[in-house]
């Protein structure tokens, strides 16, 4: 149990933004040694974040994502890290029942069978891959527990899906310096991890990012785990600005001694020209 606890504490940094339920975060795999985490996660979204910041309503969306996430330490201080995703988006359909009328009534005016075809008004409608990256993660300090590392990836997505996800174009580079540490709270073990970033074309232009996440281990076999992640784009250029932060809670369980699963809600808390999405998760953890 104490090995799967480790395991907990070492993977813990998860993304999402962005597609990735479930990411390392400064630490790395020892050589020969990896790990495969299997996601599901749901959101939606009905309001957004304007200019200003205010919460107001928005058209709703909902989102699955399936994400599989692998990395493995190729040598010592040095992993590789690679994840594929599918994806199924439902945009809203308020003006459903308009642009049926329009149909029906086109037909009726040509002197056509009146026939409605499924799909006519429905909102935007996306199923297939979404985005994939791959890249690596090396080691660059490390005194005592704690660790100073940089990873930098290349994430690419299908012409379909780019639409639907935070992309300008279709391939962006992402580069991050990532701090972990230990800690300790009221007794109780656990550790911190911190990561600066930067992400190329994204909606509004090159990103910023920033993701912390804190993690105890209250009792054997189980990791309570609070993070943020944040995201700007300062050079928008003529595209608007903006600017998102979502929280996420979740709990890691182990299973065996090589099997742990998690569960967690994640939302939107403040933005900027933003949505404001909200939904749960779930993983499945797999170490060897």
Known sequence: MRSCARFCCIVAALSIHHTTACRAGAFLQKPGEGMVILSTSIADAHKAYDARGRLGSAPSYTKFETQAYFEYGLADGLTFVAESNYMRFRGADEQRPLEQLR????????????????????????????????????????WGATILSVQASLRGATPGAQIYLDMKRRLQEDA??????????????????????????????????????????????????????????????????????????????????????????????????????????????YRF
């Open 103 to 142: 149909y029906l009534t086109a037909e009726a005016l040509a002197g056509a069978p009146l026939y409605l075809p499924a799909g006519v008004g429905a909102g935007p409608r996306y199923e297939g891959l979404g985005a994939g990256w791959l890249g690596g993660r090396l080691r660059l300090l490390e």
């Open 176 to 285: 991050r310096l990532q701090l972990g540490w230990p800690v300790e709270l009221f007794g109780i073990s656990g550790f911190g991890e911190a990561q600066l970033g930067f992400r190329s074309a994204g909606r509004s232009g090159d990103e910023i990012r920033g993701e912390t996440t804190f993690g105890l281990r209250p009792m054997e076999g189980v990791l309570f785990l609070a993070q943020s992640f944040l995201a700007l784009s300062p050079w928008s250029g003529d595209a608007p600005f903006m600017a998102s932060q979502k929280l996420q809670l979740s709990a890691v369980c182990d299973v065996t001694r090589e099997v742990a699963l998690q569960l967690g809600v994640r939302a939107a808390v403040r933005g900027v020209n933003e949505s404001a999405e909200r939904g749960l998760l779930g993983a499945l953890w």
